[in-house]
């Protein structure tokens, strides 16, 4: 406030992967918005995030949902529980990439 605006660049230490996840909503919004993700790691720990744009005052971000996953190449499994209350899971989704998912929708 009152002030330029600042874009920051995050440096992240080499080896370090990453998980980033573009949700398209079906049956709420396209964009899955509310939806909340648990990615589940080898190593038996379970991250937890939420689709939003949502980051502050005056302020949005793109509505991807991202995980640093550390030394990992793959989530073994990402569950995505979709605002109307649809449970959806992957398994082992690669990482360093975004993964387009779109909803699931009953026959």
């Known amino acids: 406030m009152n002030g330029p605006a600042k874009l920051f660049r995050n440096v992240t230490a080499t080896g370090s992967h990453w998980l980033g996840l573009r949700l398209r909503g079906v049956r709420a919004n396209r964009q899955g918005l509310g939806a909340k993700v648990r990615v589940h ?8 995030n939420q689709a939003t744009t949502v980051v502050g005052y005056a302020s ?3 509505p991807i949902v991202r995980f640093g996953i550390g030394a990992h190449r793959v989530a073994d ?3 995505i529980r979709w605002p109307g209350g649809r ?6 989704v690669s990482a360093d990439k975004i993964t387009d998912v779109t909803e699931e929708v009953e026959p």
């Open 41 to 48: 790691l080898a190593d038996g720990r379970d991250l937890y």
């Open 87 to 92: 449970v959806q899971k992957l398994t082992n």
């Open 77 to 79: 499994v990402v569950e």
């Open 60 to 62: 949005s971000s793109e």
